[in-house]
């Protein structure tokens, strides 16, 4: 069964820093699709950042040059580093994973973790 487990999340001022972790169970991941979407209040989820099973990645264009993320296959936990925060950077994270990249949404979800940035 597989298990995804946010942490990370908090209350951070606006031009902070923090780092999200997704633990994965169930699984390894480096052989498969991960990223991580968010969900800010009154909005649609959104896609924030994915890594392919090959270690390419993808940002929304909101987030390129601020987020990077990362898999530490010995960990098997994967990662969201979160620079220069915004207040538009608050909602709560979810880490995904999925079979392939094209198909993640449709994937296994964590419970997400809350970020609120305050400006």
């Known amino acids: 069964q597989v298990q995804l487990v946010e942490s990370g999340g908090g209350l951070v001022q606006a031009g902070g820093s923090l780092r999200l972790s997704c633990a994965a169970s169930?699984?390894?991941?480096?052989?498969?699709?991960m990223g991580w979407y968010r969900q800010a209040p009154g909005k649609e989820r959104e896609l924030v950042a994915r890594?392919?099973?090959?270690?390419?990645?993808t940002y929304a264009d909101s987030v390129k040059g601020r987020f990077t993320i990362s898999r530490d296959n010995a960990k098997n936990t994967v990662y969201l580093q979160m620079n220069s925060l915004k207040s538009d950077d608050t909602a709560v994270y979810y880490c995904?994973?999925?079979?392939?990249?094209?198909?993640?949404?449709?994937?296994?979800w964590g419970q997400g973790t809350q970020v609120t940035v305050s400006s």
């Open positions: 995904v994973v999925g079979r392939f990249i094209a198909t993640l949404s449709s994937g296994s």
């Open positions: 890594i392919s099973s090959a270690g390419s990645t």
């Open positions: 169930g699984l390894t991941v480096g052989s498969y699709a």
